[in-house]
């Protein structure tokens, strides 16, 4: 079968780091995507990977290691409204295959 | 540029009937993509439909089907519906498949 693991939750102090882990088991491999979703609301893409490496936008950073079928979404100077779920995709075959989303992992964050 | 709409954006049926959502990508957008979100399982794949053809399938019963018209508008129905279908509906437009824009979701309620 084909999955993604990441934590169901994770909590961390306003102003600090956090790291979200996802691993994946696919039948192939495409890419490695990050998205956020705020209570309410839709979730909003974040970053995208295709190759081993980390790929930075502002306070956000993602990784991959394909060879480890394992990538990570980075938050830095952590902000309240950091609070929301984050998910990660993996494109599982080639670009016009399905994407598998993972369950989700909820982010909390204290003053 | 308009996001991706979706109506109605409420929902409430009973055991046994049937629903229609609706669905209008992004403009240039022809790829649709159909997403169930219930609490704790995260976005689970229900079809994704390209130039008005159905290009991948989720694992989800005959009950759910959608179609795709000419200007790339969506439309997902669930027939005989049970309680378990109770979620939000999520639809996800995109241009090149890597990246997926999100509506506002239908949340459906089965009574």
């Known amino acids: 079968g084909q999955s993604l693991e990441q934590p169901s939750e994770v909590t961390a102090v306003e102003g600090a780091i956090v790291q979200i882990n996802c691993t994946y088991q696919t039948s192939g491999f495409y890419g490695l995507s990050w998205y956020q979703q705020h209570d309410g609301g839709a979730p909003t893409f974040l970053s995208y990977?295709?190759?081993?490496g980390l790929e930075e936008t502002g306070r956000f950073s993602s990784f991959l290691s394909r060879s480890d079928s394992y990538g990570y979404l980075l938050l830095q100077e952590l902000q309240m409204k950091d609070s929301a779920s984050y998910f990660c995709a993996v494109s599982p075959g080639n670009r016009d295959d399905k994407i598998i989303f993972g369950k989700g992992t909820r982010l909390h964050i204290l003053p | 540029k308009a996001g991706v709409t979706q109506t109605p954006r409420y929902l409430i049926k009973t055991r046994g009937q049937q629903v229609t959502l609706s669905c209008s990508p992004i403009s240039g957008h022809r790829s649709v993509s159909w997403y169930q979100q219930t609490p704790g399982q995260g976005l689970q794949f229900l079809f994704e439909?390209?130039?008005?053809?159905?290009?991948n399938k989720g694992n989800f019963p005959g009950r759910f089907s959608g179609r795709q018209f000419s200007n790339s508008r969506s439309e997902m129905n669930v027939s005989t519906l049970e309680l378990g279908d109770s979620a939000l509906y999520l639809c996800a437009s995109s241009l090149a498949g890597s990246e997926q824009f999100f509506g506002p979701g239908t949340r459906l309620t089965v009574l």
């Open positions: 439909y390209f130039s008005e053809t159905q290009r």
């Open positions: 990977n295709a190759l081993d």
